[in-house]
């Protein structure tokens, strides 16, 4: 087992892979389905055990990783590379209509892995493709982001946005808090509890400390 498998194991064995897969089962159907048209062809990238690629609806669906373990739970229509997210020389030129990735960026080891990212990223997206980037924010999560091992790289909402900005992207949505930090935690997770959740973005500024970001490619 390699290192990364095993971190994974680990941290989805305290949080439960069945609890994450129902978790993202509300969060795609009421509400990322409202920002991936059915029709697109679909990138997740650092896709885990297939929380949102296997729950979402696409045309097509890819996904790359590189624990060796995610295509085990990855769903028959989704597509899988085992690779590094800065070498996506696999997939098409301009064909991906949205690409997306969750608690991924703060992996990186510093800023010049994720700006070669962020390019690599962008010359997969078509012109007009969008980006949909969830991740802690560093002003709300200063003090539990340390608590994961392999968190290196702090981010906010303010700037990703310029980092992303700097890679040729344009930041169309910005919600500096939209979920909770993590559901490695007693918290409910009840899917009604989910829904009533999104349906109240008061709450958010209570208990958020994820940014949501969607970014798109000129077209």
């Known amino acids: 087992m390699s290192d990364l498998s095993a971190l994974y194991d680990l941290r989805f064995t305290q949080t439960g892979v069945s609890k994450r897969q129902a978790v993202w089962r509300q969060l795609c159907q009421h509400f990322f389905s409202k920002l991936v048209p059915a029709d697109s062809a679909i990138l997740d990238v650092a896709c885990g055990y297939g929380e949102f690629i296997n729950n979402i609806v696409a045309r097509k669906k890819f996904a ?76 709300y999560a200063y003090r539990e982001y340390w608590d994961y091992y392999d968190h290196y790289l702090p981010l906010s909402d ?38 009533a959740y999104l349906k109240m973005p008061f709450a958010w500024k209570w208990f958020g400390k994820q940014f ?6 000129p077209k």
Do not use: C
């Open 64 to 139: 790359v990783d590189l624990n060796e373990d995610s295509p085990k739970h990855l769903n028959p229509d989704v597509t899988f590379f085992h690779t590094q997210a800065t070498d996506l020389s696999m997939l098409p030129r301009d064909e991906i209509d949205i690409a997306f990735t969750s608690n991924f960026l703060e992996h990186f080891r510093d800023k010049q892995n994720l700006d070669v990212f962020l390019r690599e990223l962008y010359s997969v997206l078509k012109p007009g493709g969008k980006f949909i980037i969830l991740g802690p924010n560093i002003r």
């Open 212 to 217: 949501l970001v969607v970014a798109s490619k």
């Open 158 to 195: 303010i700037s990703l946005v310029e980092a992303l900005a700097l890679a040729g992207f344009k930041a169309d949505k910005v919600i500096d808090r939209f979920l909770p930090f993590t559901m490695n935690n007693g918290a409910p997770t009840a899917d009604f509890i989910i829904r």
